[in-house]
């Protein structure tokens, strides 16, 4: 079945995987590109076979000691990166990624999704990169499942447990959302070890699943599906910060993605609930995009059926489970959102501007900011000048250089979404955001 959604426009520029007018054999562009790629592969396997070789900042939790449960299971290789050889691994992996993107007409399939698998599976395998968040998802699901702990109430003080010393937020309620915190209370059974890998599994798949549905949106799209899903699968943030740190935005991306997959086969009402289930993993993206996929979808009493039939199942579900105290979630929100990372647009525009950073005035110009581009982005996809992964990935945008909060795994927010739209500006975005950032003088490794 095609796509239920108002046509796209057509973008200035040469569509992602379009054939360009360069006068290169398709052998010439078939040696580039599958070179591109075994160049990206191995600089990721050197990342990941660096992180799991001695402890560094590229696995912030490894001064505390580097067992054998931490470091994984690939091969124990004398082999130190530092900052200095991590950001030229990255760079290289990044320029790889745009040769094969430019010669992708050319690529096969089949090998492609067997490069994309590759990753994953390396930085699945990889200890937790650049990131100690994983042992706070099992920190919280713990305190439920082993201790009867309400996260949504109880903070993370629990230093009779093994997982204690690995936290980062010790100070902050569960952040995350309802459905997610289920999902992990199982894991909790497994130990500290075993959750992080069984955490670390699960975002894996998670984010093949997310390349996949790209896959399948793109033939319902009418779009050549092998360019968009290298743009997302070979990603070396994706693959670096959100596999390699076990993200839990990668499973809320997938429920995300699903919700898109859905709505372009018709079921809006159905991918509404999906939306919803995206929320309910992590909030902030998802649930500021709810009112975009409800005015893209053709039939928006569908898709709005959908976003309050899952909203009210999600809600009784977590009344359940947690009680009123879930609303403790909104608490933890406030918290995080008085947070200022070093790395946001605001905070840099702050300093340039001689504020010291992130000031009240600095937040409320941001604040507007989102909120009239939003605005504006609500009535062109009213109007249908705008399809929904178009709507979603512009809305998505707006928030990433609007937030204070910003984290390099957010990138995960707006690639696949970018990678759907026809035009080629919101791909160049996504591409060009990490340089943007090291541009402003943000340089998104640890120091």
């Known amino acids: 079945m095609g796509p239920t959604l108002a046509a796209p426009r057509r973008g200035p520029l040469r569509e992602l995987g379009q054939p360009h007018p360069v ?3 398709t052998r010439t562009r078939r040696l580039l590109g599958y070179g591109a790629i075994s160049v990206l592969l191995l600089c990721g396997l050197i990342l990941a076979v660096g992180a799991a070789s001695s402890p560094s900042t590229e696995v ?11 470091a994984g299971p690939l091969p124990d290789v004398d082999l130190h990166l530092g900052s200095r050889r991590f950001v030229p691994l990255i760079v290289v992996m990044a320029l790889s990624q745009g040769l094969a993107l430019w010669v992708s007409d050319a690529l096969e399939a089949r090998w492609v999704v067997a490069a994309v698998v590759a990753g994953h599976v390396v930085f699945t395998l990889a200890p937790p990169i650049l990131s100690p968040d ?20 109880y903070l993370p003080e629990i230093p009779w447990d093994d997982v204690y010393n690995y936290i980062r937020w010790r100070d902050q309620l569960d952040p995350y959302g309802p459905l997610f915190t289920l999902i992990s209370y199982p894991i909790a059974f497994l130990g500290v070890a075993g959750g992080l890998w069984a955490m670390k599994a699960l975002m894996g798949l998670a984010s093949l699943g997310l390349v996949g549905l790209v896959w399948m949106s793109a033939r319902r799209l009418e779009i050549a599906p092998l360019a968009p899903t290298l743009f997302v699968g070979l990603n070396p943030f994706l693959l670096v910060y959100g596999v390699g740190g076990a ?7 997938a429920f995300l993605m699903g919700a898109v997959y859905l709505a372009l086969g018709g079921r809006e009402a159905t991918g509404g609930a999906a939306l919803v289930g995206a929320a309910a993993v992590k909030a902030l993206s998802p649930a500021l995009l709810l009112p975009f996929f409800v005015v893209a979808c053709r039939h928006r009493a569908r898709a709005l059926v959908g976003v309050l039939a899952g909203g009210c199942t999600i809600m009784a579900v977590s009344l359940l489970a947690f009680g009123d105290e879930v609303f403790g979630l909104l608490s933890a929100w406030a918290t995080q959102g008085e947070k200022v990372s070093t790395h946001n647009f605001p905070n840099a525009i702050g300093w340039y501007l001689g504020l010291g950073g992130v000031t009240s005035a600095v937040r409320v110009v941001a604040a507007s900011t989102l909120a009239v581009s939003l605005v504006v982005l609500v009535v062109l996809t009213w109007r249908r000048r705008l399809d929904l992964p178009t709507a979603m990935g512009w809305a998505t945008l707006a928030l990433l250089v609007t937030t204070t909060w910003l984290m390099h795994w957010y990138l995960v927010w707006l690639l696949p979404l970018a990678a759907l739209t026809r035009g ?18 943000l340089p998104p490794v640890p120091k």
């Open 23 to 25: 006068a290169l054999s």
């Open 60 to 70: 912030p939790v490894s001064y505390l000691g580097f067992p054998g449960w931490l």
């Open 134 to 153: 994983v042992f706070g998802y099992l920190a919280y699901a713990r305190m439920g499942a082993l201790y009867g702990l309400n996260p949504y109430v």
């Open 247 to 253: 993200h839990n935005d990668l499973l809320m991306m």
């Open 424 to 441: 080629s500006t919101l791909r160049w975005a996504a591409l060009l955001l990490p340089a943007v950032m090291v541009v402003l003088g």
